[in-house]
């Protein structure tokens, strides 16, 4: 039998990687039924704002994102552990000189409500996502979510609308009785999405090296399992063998990623979890992300871009260290470290001090003195303690 | 059976702040040490959710501002889409606390459920 | 005008069947094949061994293809595709296409035999790493190996020690949207898992499976010399996902008769992928106008009773371009849309007379 180098033959047809064919998505792109039913009357596009950029998505579609004239949707669960993350979304806008609205004419979208406690229902749920969508378009801003579970959720939402007349019919009227519309976004935009389409531009504005640094990736779950046609996947990135959100970002900032066996995994929050088995998360968050991160990468930082992803990861580690195992990996979002990487105080616009783990090892090896920050931080508050300012301004976080 | 808890929890905190689920995590008795300074600067907390140069923060809580007017849009859509009739099925005593607020609410801002 | 040639669209086994079929009963089949060669997929993917008596491949799609290729009832257009049809039964107009012309035939009656593709394991279950690891490979490439007798690793070209394969790759699987069963690839894999156990007498082999699907006879004639004479180990399980561990794969899943997760280091994972209509099948469907359901294979219309005709008078569809399809389907339902091709021009001749 004559030699055949077979091992060559299927190495050099896996070579060309995997090519996405938008031809052969499994799936519809909803963009067809949303243009019919709004010429059908039915609802309101609103228009992603030129000049848009756009990025692929998981099977070869492009995906269109907004530059500016963007309204920012704050995700409920982020505040009260992470203001740094959405304050960090508002530092680079206003740093690249973008338009945008951080409204108050915005709820929560009610999906951990709906998810955890099965104490709502799909009207409940629609009337909600359009009530906030119809917000935005009454100000001509764009939506953009900060939240990966409420990204996802609304874009079962559109699902079920864009499927479902009497759905329709139930929301137009709600909307009507509220003085408002059925509106629908062209495309439902995470604010990690706009932080990777405009990654090359932050990159141009980077003032912190940061080929040093090693980071792994969480991707969330919700932002990447749902709907997920709708997610970024780049050639570029891991052969759009996965999604190319956040890691995409951190390569265009110099940052060296590396990968972690357990990547696909949960951060642990789950949903009903973090509620009624609060241990569990915390178990979960340590065993299957931080400690296996720590065994096979130990980086500098993990990085995310989901309020819940991020605040379980972070302020889980406190238990396992309570109890001294190899934890302490610092927690941010890709906001985060984009806004570090081009020069954002660390305290006063990341607001880092809402975070858990120890992060000063990882100031130290890139060069700032967090000391110093504190301190500048420090008396800012004094200011506000005694009684000369009222608030931190923007002003103030650059000063 | 546990699960009425985490509604409880949910919705309450929705009503209360429509726009804030979270505990305050930072707590000493959450265990949290933020930033790894040691010990939880609880007494500094409330001059932190000051220390935000985003113009939606709230001075008192950590939660972000919303107009009275949308919280009352949303409490309009559950009333008439039944999720408070849903809460009752698990936990009538949290929804007739929550009823009478919404009502009252929706009252004043002159919606009309029926 | 009505026309009493009969066109085929794709000269993998069901196509060549069907041609050979129609003329032999003395009629004149347009034969029209993308590929520069006939014999389908099996020829194309290079297969070893046909389930279930592990006959040669090569040897039994040339057999086939000798019946046509100097008929002279077949006109053969090979590197051709069709790319226009106009008119019904019996008078259709049809535009074939190569790389430097296009010609236009009449014809009475068409078969589309476009067949089927393997599924792309870098679409969905990407946990499995086919991209990502050199040593997670396909059935298909499986077959590449068995046929050259160098079943190795194509991380080091040694052979493997452990070997497993996981089912239903592809199929069965309402997430991604393919819940149909692909239905050949449980007796390929056991096939394929044989023929590792003949090449490498000492290698471990696993199946890991949701249920095993061996239809017909192929129970006994593949299914359980594979386990009793082959001694290869079925593992009732869901793999989950593959990592790389210490120069090995790392297969991590759970074993559902023990009811607990596995964790099973591997030296080659063979993913066995299912079958998705082909490309030529889908463009087919669009120029005639047929009805695909929703995985876009080629909709037939006689339920059980006519597995070949299909929304449009005149157009038949057979073998793996209207489901999964095994041999013995494909070239059973080629057989019987010759027939009802013919008799589609036979009529029209009989009402014109
Ligand atoms: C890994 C694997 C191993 C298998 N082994 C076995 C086995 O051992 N035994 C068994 O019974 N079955 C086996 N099968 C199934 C078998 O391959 C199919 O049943 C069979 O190939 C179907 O034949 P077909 O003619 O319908 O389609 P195909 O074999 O796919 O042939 C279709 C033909 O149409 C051509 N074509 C496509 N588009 C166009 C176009 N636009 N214009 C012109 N021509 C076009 C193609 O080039 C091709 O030649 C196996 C399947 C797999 C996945
Ligand atoms: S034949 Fe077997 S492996 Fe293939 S889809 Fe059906 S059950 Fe799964």
Redesign the interface.
């Known amino acids: 039998?004559s030699?055949?180098p077979?091992?060559e033959?299927?190495?050099s047809?896996?070579t060309p990687?995997?090519?996405?064919t938008p031809?052969?998505a499994?799936?519809e792109d909803f963009h067809d039924i949303l243009f019919q039913l709004e010429k059908e009357g039915e609802l309101i596009v609103q228009r992603v704002p030129e000049p848009y950029l756009e990025v692929p998505t998981k099977?070869g579609r492009k995906k269109k994102i907004p530059l500016q004239k963007t309204w920012h949707h704050?995700s409920?669960?982020q505040?009260?552990?992470i203001?740094g993350y959405?304050?960090s979304i508002?530092?680079i806008n206003r740093k690249l000189g973008f338009d945008y609205i951080?409204?108050?004419?915005?709820?929560?979208c009610?999906a951990?409500?709906y998810y955890?406690?099965?104490?709502?229902?799909a009207?409940?749920q629609a009337?909600?996502a359009i009530?906030n969508f119809s917000?935005a378009y009454e100000t001509g801003y764009f939506p953009i979510i900060h939240c990966g579970t409420s990204f996802g959720h609304y874009k079962e939402v559109r699902h079920e609308l864009l499927h479902h007349h009497e759905l329709r019919r139930q929301v137009r009227d709600?909307m009507e009785?509220?003085g408002k519309k059925l509106v629908l976004p062209e495309e439902i935009v995470h604010y990690s999405e706009w932080v990777y389409a405009i990654r090359d531009r932050i990159a141009e504005h980077q003032v912190i090296d940061m080929s040093n640094i090693t980071a792994t990736v969480h991707p969330a779950c919700h932002y990447h399992k749902l709907v997920e046609e709708d997610a970024v996947y780049d050639p570029e990135i891991y052969?759009?063998?996965?999604t190319a959100i956040v890691t995409g970002t951190l390569k265009a900032l110099g940052i060296n990623v590396k990968d972690y066996?357990t990547w696909?995994d949960c951060c642990g929050f789950g949903f009903?979890h973090i509620?009624?088995s609060r241990d569990f998360s915390r178990s979960f968050a340590v065993q299957r992300k931080i400690e296996v991160m720590k065994e096979e990468v130990n980086p500098d930082v993990t990085v995310t871009h989901d309020t819940g992803c991020v605040?379980t990861l972070d302020?889980s580690q406190?238990?396992a260290r309570?109890h001294g195992r190899k934890v302490g990996i610092p927690v941010m979002s890709d906001s985060q470290i984009a806004a570090l990487a081009m020069g954002a105080h660390p305290y006063?616009?990341l607001?880092?001090?809402?975070?858990?783990?120890?992060?000063?090892p990882f100031f130290e090896k890139l060069g700032i003195d967090w000391k110093k920050k504190w301190q500048e931080?420090e008396e800012?508050?004094e200011k506000?303690?005694s009684g000369e300012k009222?608030?931190?301004?923007?002003e103030?976080?650059d000063a | 059976m546990?699960?009425p808890?985490?509604?409880s929890?949910?919705?309450r905190k929705?009503l209360l702040?429509?726009?804030?689920?979270?505990?305050?995590?930072?707590e000493e008795k959450a265990?949290?040490?933020?930033?790894?300074?040691g010990k939880p600067p609880t007494a500094?907390q409330e001059?932190?959710h000051?220390?935000?140069?985003?113009?939606?923060?709230?001075?008192a809580?950590?939660?972000?501002?919303?107009?009275p007017?949308?919280?009352k849009?949303?409490f309009?859509?559950?009333k008439?889409?039944?999720?408070l009739d849903?809460?009752a099925l698990?936990d009538p005593i949290l929804a007739d606390v929550c009823n009478q607020i919404l009502e009252e609410q929706l009252e004043e801002a002159g919606?009309k459920v029926d | 005008m009505p026309s009493q040639d009969i066109l085929v669209i794709g000269g993998g086994p069901a196509g060549l069947e069907a041609a050979r079929s129609i003329a032999d009963l003395g009629y004149r089949a347009i034969l029209v094949e993308k590929r520069d060669r006939l014999g389908g997929t099996p020829d194309e993917a290079g297969y070893a061994a046909l389930t279930p008596d592990l006959r040669n491949a090569e040897e039994a799609m040339n057999e086939m293809i000798a019946r046509v290729q100097n008929n002279p009832n077949v006109e053969l257009h090979l590197g051709a595709t069709v790319v226009d049809a106009k008119g019904q039964a019996p008078d259709f107009t049809v535009t074939i296409k190569n790389a430097k012309e296009s010609k236009q035939v009449n014809v009475g009656a068409v078969i589309i035999c476009t067949g089927f593709q393997h599924f792309?394991p870098?679409?969905?279950t990407?946990?499995y790493?086919?991209?990502?690891f050199?040593d997670v490979?396909t059935l298909v490439?499986c077959e590449?190996?068995l046929?050259?007798?160098?079943v190795?690793?194509?991380s080091t070209?040694e052979p493997p020690e452990r070997v497993c394969f996981i089912q239903c790759v592809g199929s069965r699987d309402r997430r991604?949207?393919?819940e149909y069963c692909s239905k050949v690839c449980c007796g390929i894999a056991s096939k394929e898992a044989i023929e590792i156990k003949q090449q490498l007498p000492n290698a471990k082999v696993f199946i890991f499976y949701i249920d095993m699907r061996m239809y017909g006879y192929w129970e006994n004639e593949i299914y359980w010399p594979a386990q009793e004479k082959y001694k290869v180990n079925y593992v009732k399980g869901i793999a989950t996902?593959i990592?790389q561990?210490d120069g090995k794969l790392l297969v991590r899943g759970e074993d559902t008769t023990m009811r607990r997760p596995f964790e099973i280091p591997m030296d080659l994972v063979v993913l066995s992928v299912g079958m998705e209509p082909s490309?030529g099948t889908?463009e087919m469907a669009k120029i005639f106008g047929l009805k695909q359901n929703k995985y876009k294979f080629i909709e037939t219309i006689g339920g059980a009773l006519d597995t070949v005709s299909t929304t449009v008078p005149g157009v038949f569809a057979a073998g793996a371009c209207t489901g999964p399809a095994d041999l013995e389907d494909s070239i059973s339902a080629a057989g019987l849309a010759a027939v009802k091709a013919i008799s589609t021009v036979r009529q029209a001749e009989t009402v014109k007379a």
């Not at chain 2, 702040?17 to 930072?26: D, F, H, K, N």
């Not at chain 2, 265990?31 to 790894?36: F, L, R, S, V, Y």
């Open positions: 039998m030699y055949v077979v091992e033959i299927i190495k047809q896996k990687g995997f090519k996405t031809e052969e499994p799936t099977y704050k409920c669960g505040c009260g552990h203001p959405s304050t508002f530092w951080d409204p108050r004419d915005q709820t929560s009610t951990w409500n955890a406690s099965a104490t709502s229902n009207p409940a009337a909600v009530r917000s709600i009785r509220l052969g759009a063998q996965r066996s696909f009903r509620l009624v605040t302020q406190f238990a309570a006063k616009v607001q880092l001090h809402w975070h858990n783990t120890d992060n000063k931080f800012a508050v506000i303690k009222e608030y931190l301004t923007w103030d976080a | 546990r699960r808890i985490a509604q929890r949910i919705v929705i702040t429509g726009a804030r689920i979270t505990s305050e995590m930072l265990g949290g040490i933020p930033g790894g300074w500094r001059l932190w000051q220390a935000l140069p985003a113009e939606t923060r709230s001075a809580e950590p939660i972000w501002q919303i107009d007017a949308t919280l849009e949303m309009f859509i559950w008439i889409t039944g999720v849903q809460l698990v919606f | 792309d870098g679409r969905e990407q946990k790493g086919y991209y990502e050199p490979i490439d590449k190996m046929k050259a007798h160098r190795v690793r194509p070209g991604i949207g393919n996902e990592l561990r490309a889908r």
